[in-house]
Structures are given as structure tokens and as C-alpha cells.
């Protein structure tokens, strides 16, 4: 059977990386950690060369592949909350050593980039009548975290407290 799976490259953190964010969600575990045998751009023998982990369910691989390449905020993760605890606690933990973005979007201590959403959230600018969509992007646009009742409050159209 054929499947998918995103693949993180790491300059020498790879393992490190895995394990933090299994911690973080649950359905999530490290699958195998697999050294080189061999020296390489990544590593040399001994070290982690790649490691298979399950991240909410889905499969993934980090790879220790040296500093040839880098993140960038064009590919993110994306995870969608159920409430406003949720979106607080992933915000706080992945925020601690990376750097807050807007709109949700952040950048972690690895340098992969995370938008930290809600399914209320998204179900909110799904609708039909685009004045109250206008007003929840209006609303979504002024914030880093995103605050769920401010953006039902928008989306009603009620003024801020």
C-alpha cells in the first residue's frame, strides 16, 4: 500500500524535536530511531540519522540531514483545536524558544512552523454571509493566539467589552 508522510529535515536535532512534540498531543509516539552507520553531511556514526514518529495519528520522519536546508513559514503544521485550552497550551509550549506569528502561526524552538487553530475557528469563516466573515478575518488579523471569543464576538457583531 502506498502512503505519505511529511519529512522534517534537522540539523542534528531530529530526535530531540520528535520527542517534544509526541509529548505534546495525544495519539503520538516515536515509531524508530535509526542511526548512520556510515559518516554523512548529518551525522557520523553513532548519531541519530532518522527518527519515525506518529503525531496525532499521522505518520512522520525527521531526518538529521545537516544545515543544508532550513524551514520556512511557506510549509507549516497545522493543528486544529477543540477549545480554547487547547489552543493556549500548543500556543504556550511551542512558543517557549520558538517566536509567536500572526494569525495564529508560530515558529518553534526548531524552527518549523505551526498554525495553532480551532475547529470553531475555521468553521466560523466557512459561512455564506460575508459581511460576518469579513468581521471574523477582520478580527483574526489583529491577533498572534487566537482568541476563539473574540472572534465570535466579531462574527456576531458584537463590539469588544
Same mark, same amino acid.
Given at each position: ?72 513559514? !511557506? ?7 477543540? #477549545?480554547?485550552?487547547? @489552543?493556549? &497550551?500548543?500556543?504556550? *509550549? /511551542? ?24 475547529? !470553531? ?7 455564506? #454571509?460575508?459581511?460576518? @466573515?469579513? &468581521?471574523?478575518?477582520? *478580527? /483574526? ?21
Amino acid at each position: 500500500m502506498t502512503t505519505i508522510a511529511p519529512c522534517l529535515w534537522f540539523d542534528g536535532k531530529a530526535e530531540e524535536a520528535a520527542r517534544f512534540y509526541v509529548s505534546l498531543l495525544p495519539h503520538s509516539h516515536i515509531d524508530s530511531v535509526v542511526p548512520y552507520f556510515f559518516e554523512a553531511p548529518g551525522g557520523k556514526p553513532g548519531d541519530v540519522m532518522m527518527v519515525e514518529f506518529t503525531l496525532a495519528g499521522e505518520r512522520y520522519m525527521a531526518l538529521n540531514g545537516g544545515a543544508a536546508f532550513q524551514f520556512t513559514p !511557506a510549509v507549516s503544521l497545522c493543528v486544529s483545536c477543540g #477549545d480554547q485550552a487547547e @489552543i493556549d &497550551r500548543l500556543w504556550d *509550549a /511551542l512558543c517557549d524558544g520558538g517566536s509567536p506569528g500572526r494569525c495564529g502561526w508560530l515558529t518553534d524552538r526548531y524552527g518549523v512552523s505551526w498554525q495553532i487553530t480551532a475547529t !470553531a475557528a475555521t468553521e466560523l469563516l466557512k459561512g455564506r #454571509d460575508a459581511e460576518k @466573515i469579513r &468581521r471574523t478575518f477582520a *478580527a /483574526l488579523m489583529t491577533m498572534d493566539k487566537l482568541d476563539l471569543e473574540t472572534l465570535r464576538r466579531a462574527y456576531d457583531g458584537v463590539s469588544a467589552a
